[in-house]
């Protein structure tokens, strides 16, 4: 389970926590990889981290790693 910097709290495997995250952007996007590489790029911005957008674990992890996601244990 995981917590984003908004309180919402999303759960389950790293491709549905992508879905999560889609359906409750407000922002649109053509590609799961336009998601990936948009969530990837302000999260970079945000952090000053590299964040990896290749594959829905890679994000997940990083977005962990860099604070952006946080695991609820």
Same mark, same amino acid.
């Given at each position: 389970?995981?917590?984003?910097?908004? #309180?919402?709290?999303? $759960?389950?495997? /790293? $491709? !549905?926590? %992508?879905? !999560? %995250?889609?359906?409750?952007? &407000?922002?649109?996007? =053509?590609?799961?990889?336009?998601? @990936? @590489?948009?969530?990837? $790029?302000?999260?970079?911005?945000?952090?000053?981290? /590299?964040? @990896?957008?290749?594959?829905?674990?890679?994000?997940?992890?990083?977005? %962990?790693?860099? #604070?952006?996601? &946080?695991? !609820? =244990?």
């Amino acid at each position: 389970m995981n917590k984003d910097e908004g #309180g919402t709290i999303y $759960s389950g495997t /790293p $491709s !549905q926590i %992508i879905d !999560q %995250i889609t359906t409750n952007s &407000k922002l649109g996007f =053509k590609t799961r990889e336009d998601l @990936r @590489r948009t969530y990837a $790029s302000f999260a970079c911005d945000w952090t000053g981290k /590299p964040v @990896r957008f290749h594959a829905d674990k890679d994000l997940v992890d990083d977005l %962990i790693e860099c #604070g952006v996601l &946080k695991e !609820q =244990k």
